[in-house]
């Protein structure tokens, strides 16, 4: 098995050099039969994402197709100092105890916790808004054990003075409430740049290869819509796939509060990341009113994660909000590594004139209207068997160059490709999904069938309103 994983990807490379490519150079030919043996490797999984995405270096320069210096440049990518700085607010957040804190502050709302249907749509509520700024692994790390004490804590006090709990436990209530969390953690991701690794991902392809950009504020303008309209179909998706058990449940405010009152007042740690994360809102927001050549999308989180390593949290023990095995633990560095290699590798088909040929070849044989449908299906089907970063690489820098060619702006398809390439379906397809399910409370058939229910709904949700609000908003504009 492993060597039929090793194999997949010379195969993939040596089926690719063998298809003859008219019009292509052979330095172009050769990279695009990298890109698809590193794409394999990805899938397969042989050795770590890491250490794949360091083929270009050994295979580029081998072939003729690139000096190793111009290689080696490629990897110079601006979307790898944002997502560690974005990884590490969020690292900050959980070891701090600031999620656990925001997400108990909205589960202690009124009326949350006196139905299972309110308790279920407030953990989406709660895993949305945090997920919005937190890696999105961080929320279900953080969010699943709340989730489950939450409905334990529900069912164990429904025979004290009101109905009796189910002989078998609620395990239809545990389920739903951790796949809220993975579904809102899901939604929160298509907020803001920072909410999850595919949007700056994808916005560094739009940059590299197309004419357009946007700011923090034009794509959370339409973020904002589309992960409001997602946490309601998820919730609707559960109560009809998940139906509870029982219906009301004993007012477990209580039970909460006391939760809170044991985290105490903001620790010194958690006053300092909420200033680091104000400070990375602020500079996110500022272009939206003062024009400077160095304020974009790209400086904030840097920023952000500077404050973290320089805040203490205490003076004389020399203890800072973030240390040296933070920045070592804090950051996933084999996701950041094949979101660096898959951009090197953008930026050398780019160069090498390979994303104007795709444009070129399919000029003519895609109309304008197909388009979005076809990035959403193929973001939505491929994430589910490779990884999403490397199924938002691959749609996109594919399908960008055609939308120019047809005189359709990629944007609306960045929006698409970003928010369907979620993997919801497969314990296997994502971190996240893999989290989810190690938790215990959802078998494999109950996160298939829910899965697929909630990835249609949602995908279909958000191509349309992708190619609605992007125009409408004028949320992204050609530099």
């Known amino acids: 098995m492993y060597a039929l994983r090793v194999l997949a990807g010379p195969a993939a490379f040596a089926a690719v050099r063998a298809i003859p490519l008219a019009g292509l150079g052979p330095e172009a030919h050769f ?24 083929l270009p270096f050994v295979l580029l320069p081998a072939g003729g197709a690139l000096p190793f210096a111009d290689v080696a440049g490629l990897y110079g990518q601006t979307i790898l100092p944002f997502l560690v700085g974005v990884m590490l607010v969020g690292h900050a957040l959980r070891k701090h105890g600031l999620a ?42 953080a969010m699943t054990p709340i989730a489950l004490s939450l409905t334990r804590s529900a069912v164990a006090g429904l025979d004290a003075g009101g109905p009796r709990p189910p002989a078998t436990g609620a395990p239809r209530m545990a389920a739903a409430a951790s796949l809220a969390v993975l579904y809102g953690a899901s939604a929160g991701g298509l907020a803001t740049p920072g909410g999850s690794v595919f949007n700056p991902l994808i916005l ?18 339409t973020g904002a819509v589309l992960a409001a309209a997602h946490v309601p179909i998820c919730y609707l998706v559960l109560k009809w796939m ?50 400077t050549e160095f304020l974009d999308i790209w400086y904030a989180p840097p920023v952000a994660m500077v404050l973290l390593f320089l805040l203490p949290v205490d003076v004389k023990r020399g203890e800072m909000t973030l240390d040296r095995k933070d920045f070592q633990e804090g950051v996933p560095w084999n996701v950041l ?23 070129a070849a399919f000029t003519g ?15 939505t089907l491929v994430t589910q068997l490779a990884s999403g970063t490397a199924t938002t690489m691959m749609v996109s820098s594919i399908l960008f160059p055609i939308a120019e060619a047809v005189d ?69 504009s050609v530099r």
């Open 100 to 141: 656990v804190r925001i997400s108990l502050a909205i589960l202690s709302m009124p009326g949350v916790a006196r139905s299972s249907g309110s308790l279920i749509f407030m953990l989406l509520i709660a895993s949305t808004v945090i997920s919005a700024l937190v890696n999105d692994l961080a929320v279900i790390v």
């Open 31 to 54: 990279t695009i039969a990298v890109y698809a043996w590193t794409l394999a490797w990805w899938a397969a999984v042989p050795v770590p994402w890491a250490v794949t995405a360091f």
């Open 408 to 476: 359709y702006n990629p944007s609306v398809l960045a929006r698409i490709i970003a928010g369907t390439a979620h993997a919801l379906v497969l314990p296997w397809s994502s971190p996240t999904a893999a989290a989810t399910f190690a938790a215990g409370a959802v078998g494999f058939g109950t996160m298939f069938r829910t899965g697929v229910v909630a990835t249609v709904l949602t995908s279909i949700a958000i191509i349309v309103l992708s190619t609605i609000l992007v125009p409408a908003f004028g949320a992204f």
């Open 204 to 221: 560094a392809v739009l940059e590299r290869t197309t004419s357009y950009s946007v700011s923090f504020a034009q794509w959370t303008s």
């Open 365 to 379: 044989s895609l109309t304008a209207t197909a388009l979005p449908w076809l990035a959403g299906l193929l973001a």
């Open 337 to 359: 590594f094949l979101v660096v290699g898959g951009m090197a590798l953008v930026s050398g088909l780019t160069r090498l004139g390979v994303t104007d040929w795709i444009g």
């Open 242 to 291: 998940l139906p509870p058990e029982v219906q009301t449940l004993p007012d477990r405010r209580s039970h909460i509060r006391r939760q809170r009152e044991q985290l105490g007042p903001l620790s010194r740690g958690e006053k300092n990341v909420v200033l680091a994360s104000t400070v990375m809102l602020a500079l996110w927001m500022l272009p939206t009113f003062v024009t």
